[in-house]
């Protein structure tokens, strides 16, 4: 069994639409789907606010590698282009954790760092996440729930949870 979490965010053109396209592009993996929150940009560089949201996904026949290539496709099905980093983008898939059958899966490797090093510091991952996975672990960092309340007190501000689904 593989078992990967990720993150999904959308800003530019009908982010619902980006994001539910994101959704079923892994519907016949999909183990669950969080609320969507619309969140403030970050990063340094202007643009609208985000959807985002987390998927839990698992493929007895996926790797990790293999996760990040079904999220490549489906951004670039939405049209993704990558010029500025961190910049405005149709749709966004990072693979955040992988568990495989001898647990969870780490790699250093540039183009798919595992545990992805952001989600420590992401309020718009984790409080998707615990929608889901209420006693999800982040490997290496703990409880989720104690990863995001580390984070203070406004770590969530600025997030709006969003009335159904994408």
Not at 123 to 140: C, K, N, S
Not at 143 to 157: H, M
């Amino acid at each position: 069994m593989t078992r990967a979490v990720l993150s999904l965010g959308s800003n530019l053109g009908d982010r619902s639409a980006h994001l539910r396209s994101a959704r079923d592009g892994f519907a016949a993996v999909l183990v669950a789907a969080s609320p969507v929150y619309e969140t403030a940009p970050w990063g340094g560089v202007e643009q609208p606010d985000f959807l985002n949201m987390v998927l839990v996904v698992d493929d007895p026949a996926a790797d990790a590698w293999e996760w990040l290539r079904r999220g490549q496709a489906l951004e670039d099905a939405a049209g993704r282009v990558r010029e500025v980093r961190w910049g405005p983008r149709t749709l966004d898939v990072d693979v955040v954790t992988v568990t495989g059958p001898d647990g969870p899966v780490r790699s250093d490797h540039p183009d798919l760092l595992l545990p992805h090093p952001g989600t420590p510091g992401r309020a718009t991952v984790l409080r998707p996440w615990l929608d889901v996975e209420p006693d999800a672990v982040l490997p290496g960092h703990g409880a989720v729930a104690d990863v995001l309340a580390a984070l203070g007190p406004d770590a969530e501000q600025g997030m709006r949870r969003m009335a159904g689904a994408p």
